[in-house]
């Protein structure tokens, strides 16, 4: 078997490794145009941070290192020109000396990945206008920084552009991130990444959101990024972070099929339509684990698996790719935001019915030093209970939870699963109803019809004279500190004494600061006669949608 893999990092490199651990026979050929393989795409913002010291460091692996160990040829600044897939050869342009060649094959692996993208704006090719993708890039932009520029623009708050502005924050860097959508982090849902926004703008970032670079001019004092809105924005440093798009050249030009976004089509095999050619990591469409489409989610977990998955199925093994979930993290200074599985717009988006909680507990038991608190939002199907999508925005324990929702998301739980969970507890690392559980005592209650509740947006935007009577059972310290415009306070301690001040007439909206009491206050109402519901998730949740009150 001859097998030929072109892409030499996440994806590549472990479908070679694993094709060697499958067969020593084997004749394994890796590829890649750039110098490096198997280096740590996603460790290079925090070499320009510093945190990450060593250059070496980001080279998980050298083409050294897999020729002693796999026996792997390994080929660097190598780039395939073609598929001749009559043949069963590729062309190789050998970027050193120029010299181009064929290589055949019986088996051929696309691993590529995504370039990123560099959308055509006026500019757009000026040397200061950079991407990030790979340790050349790095060298460049970190070379910057090291000479000592001070201000930087950063084009798109997605997770490579945030861990980018973090970074520069830590160097002493001046950084405004501009994004055209009105949030940062477009994958999540706007007000979860409420926190993240206050802790841009804590740390100095400026943040021009609803915005968009429109052309990059030089002038003689520099580069300067214009704006959608006519701001100028004077940077002698520009990274673009929009967006990835799949490198699927070599796929188009021999005729394989990809999808309308230009992903390489592949069966749950990972075969492209072309039996002896498979594909995997960022060049490929993938089926999204919840709705079924097809889709496209450029993260190295998905691109390793695939590469492991493809060299099975190539020596013999069935195995099968069961789509991707979307599970993401990204650190910014010290907020955690992680997500998994679908996000209320994209179910929005493909009209599914869903229900949601947001709960807003502490990373491990409050009377234990050190607790964080996290905000957290889970999607369900609202017939089944089975969990869609859940989102994190925290301290620390943002990651542990948003991964336990990524097994029980890809084992098919249901919330009742969640408040069944056994997960591990002493108090320094959760709690004993861990937020886990919480989340689903609360998603269970609301499906078994046990308490009602009622979401804030559809009090919110209900005309005036339809909204219920709004009820803030915290203490009236809390309720001066803020609330809901128009409630009205009564701690719950002394609602039972006090009920004589509601109306009998109208729907009662009790809230707290995260739903506990909140949901005690709507237990006494309902049975002294109040149709009554709690406000999902309390204050808190509020002052997610609305940050300034
Ligand atoms: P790549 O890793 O991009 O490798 C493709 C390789 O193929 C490249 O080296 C390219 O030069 C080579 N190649 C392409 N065409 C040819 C050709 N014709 N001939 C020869 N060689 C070719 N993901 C996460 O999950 N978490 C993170 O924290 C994270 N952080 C990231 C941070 C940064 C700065 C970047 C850039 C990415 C990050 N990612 C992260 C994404 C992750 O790195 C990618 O999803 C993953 O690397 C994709 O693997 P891949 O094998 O498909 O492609």
């Known amino acids: ?161 945030l861990e980018l502005v973090e970074n520069f924050v830590k160097r002493g860097v001046a950084t405004t991130v501009v994004e055209l959508q009105d949030q940062v982090l477009p994958p999540f849902d706007k007000e979860m990444t409420t926190p993240l926004l206050e802790s841009l703008n804590k740390r100095g970032v400026r943040v021009l959101l609803g915005d968009s670079a429109e052309r990059f001019e030089e002038t003689p004092a520099g580069l300067i990024v214009h704006l959608k809105s006519g701001r100028q924005l004077p940077a002698p440093l520009v990274i673009l972070g929009v967006g990835v798009r799949p490198e699927n050249k070599l796929a188009v030009d021999a005729g394989l099929d990809v999808g309308p976004r230009g992903g390489i089509r592949v069966d749950k095999h990972l075969r492209t339509s072309d039996p002896d050619i498979y594909a995997v990591g960022d060049a490929i469409e993938v089926k999204d684990f919840v709705s079924g489409d097809p889709t496209q989610v450029p993260l190295a977990g998905p691109a390793n698996r695939q590469g492991r998955i493809a060299a099975d199925n190539i020596f013999g093994r069935t195995a099968t790719y069961r789509g991707t979930q979307g599970t993401a993290i990204v650190g910014l200074f010290d907020r955690t935001a992680a997500m998994t599985g679908a996000s209320e717009k994209t179910l929005r988006r493909s009209g599914r019915l869903f229900r949601k909680v947001y709960i807003h507990p502490m990373h491990h038991a409050g009377y234990y030093p050190g607790a964080e608190a996290m905000s957290l939002k889970l999607l369900f199907d609202p017939a089944t209970g089975q969990v869609l999508g859940a989102q994190a925005v925290g301290g620390q324990g943002v990651d542990k939870r948003i991964d336990v929702l990524a097994v029980a998301i890809q084992a098919g739980m249901t919330v009742f699963d969640l408040e069944e969970m056994e997960l591990a507890y002493a108090p320094q690392f959760g709690s004993a109803k861990d937020p886990i559980n919480m989340a689903g005592f609360v998603a269970g209650g609301l499906m078994r019809g046990e308490h009602p509740q009622v979401d804030l947006e559809t009090i919110l935007a209900a005309p005036a004279s339809e909204r219920p009577f709004l009820l803030d059972v915290r203490t009236a310290t809390e309720f001066t500190a803020g609330h809901i415009p128009g409630a009205v306070n009564i701690p719950v301690d002394e609602l039972r004494a006090r009920l004589g001040e509601l109306p009998r007439d109208r729907r009662i909206a009790a809230y707290c600061q995260v739903g506990q009491r909140g949901y005690i206050a709507t237990r006494i109402l309902l049975q002294s006669g109040w149709e009554a519901a709690n406000v999902g998730g309390g204050y808190k949740t509020y002052r997610l949608f609305y940050p300034n009150g």
């Open 1 to 161: 078997m001859k097998l030929l893999i072109v892409g030499g990092v996440a994806g590549g490199a472990s479908a070679a490794a694993r094709a060697r651990r499958l067969s020593e026979d084997a004749q394994i050929v890796l590829f890649d145009r750039g110098p490096d393989v198997s280096f740590a795409n996603c460790g290079l913002p925090y070499y320009i941070g510093g945190e990450i010291v060593e250059r070496k460091k980001l080279l998980v692996t050298t083409p050294e290192m897999l020729r002693a160990r796999f026996q792997l040829d390994v080929r660097t600044q190598s780039n395939v020109e073609s598929i001749n897939r009559g043949a069963k050869t590729i062309r190789v342009r050998d970027l050193e000396s120029g010299r181009e060649y064929e290589e055949s094959y019986d088996k051929l692996i696309l691993a590529p990945g995504a370039a990123p993208l560099r959308p055509p704006i006026p500019g757009i090719d000026l040397p200061g206008v950079l991407t990030l993708r790979n340790l050349h890039d790095v060298d460049r932009i970190k070379a910057r920084i090291d000479q000592g520029v001070h201000q930087a623009v950063v084009v798109g708050a997605g997770f490579i552009g």
